[in-house]
């Protein structure tokens, strides 16, 4: 019974392993790099990504995650980027000033 229920499940991508995201170029603003990461959550995404920005040839990222939900992946993207801007508008430069190589915002 229960490899009748398995195959129901295969037909149907249950044992599919989950897609891995798409790889979107990053979109350049105010002098840093905003890379869109959307998690899969489900059927659908929640918006999630990282600024970049390099000083003296050392990249700080910030990462940044959200409540935001999006049924289609596309969407998830362009808001992402979208809200970096907004965080780097909002930060006025300061999400990079502690200094750290790595941090969340």
Do not use: H, W
Not at 6 to 22: C, D, H, Q, T, V
Not at 37 to 65: C, H, M, W, Y
Not at 85 to 100: P, S, V
């Amino acid at each position: 019974m229960a490899s009748f229920f398995s195959k129901i499940l295969s037909a149907f991508g249950g044992n599919a392993a989950p897609a891995a995201p798409k790889e979107v170029e990053p979109r350049e603003y105010d002098g840093c790099r905003i890379f869109a990461t959307p998690i899969r959550e489900g059927s659908q995404f929640r918006l999630a990504g990282r600024i970049e920005k390099v000083f003296d040839g050392q990249v700080r990222v910030r990462n940044f995650i959200r409540a935001d939900i999006f049924t289609n992946e596309a969407d998830a993207v362009e808001f992402t980027f979208r809200k970096g801007e907004q965080i780097l508008q909002q930060g006025r430069g300061g999400i990079f000033a502690d200094g750290a190589e790595n941090g969340s915002v």
